[in-house]
């Protein structure tokens, strides 16, 4: 069974970072590509980067270009987002979702519906 799990969220203050994880369970990525999204309160999910894990290039959405970087680790069947210069507004649950093949993108940014399997999120709060 596909399983994702991601790992890595907390509190941190404004300015900060921190690093995401994407773990699978029970199969391998080789063949997927693997989204990162996010869900504030209140706020519908939105779509961050993709990458396709086999290799490739990964794309960003304009809210997290040049702060947010995307990268795997083959051995370890993971995937990672490093987020810097964390602001108030990146307070959100990340997600992490899985896709065959290709990313698919809308408007530039990872296309929800298009991901078929979700990991539960991971909270991410900045706040001083």
């Known amino acids: 069974q596909l399983q994702l799990v991601e790992s890595g969220g907390g509190l941190v203050q404004p300015g900060g970072s921190l690093r995401l994880s994407c773990a699978a369970s029970?199969?391998?990525?080789?063949?997927?590509?693997i989204g990162w999204f996010r869900q504030a309160p209140g706020k519908e999910r939105e779509g961050l980067s993709c990458?396709?894990?086999?290799?490739?290039?990964?794309n960003y959405a304009n809210a997290v270009k040049g702060r947010f970087t995307m990268s795997r680790d083959i051995a370890k069947n993971t995937v990672y987002l490093q987020m810097n210069s964390l602001k108030p507004e990146d307070t959100a649950v990340y997600y992490c979702?899985?896709?065959?093949?290709?990313?698919?993108?809308?408007?530039?940014?990872?296309?929800?519906?298009?991901?078929?399997?979700w990991g539960q999120g991971t909270q991410v709060t900045v706040s001083s």
């Open positions: 990458i396709i894990f086999s290799g490739g290039s990964t």
């Open positions: 029970g199969f391998r990525l080789d063949d997927y590509a």
């Open positions: 979702a899985a896709r065959l093949e290709r990313c698919a993108y809308i408007n530039g940014a990872p296309a929800i519906a298009s991901f078929p399997s």
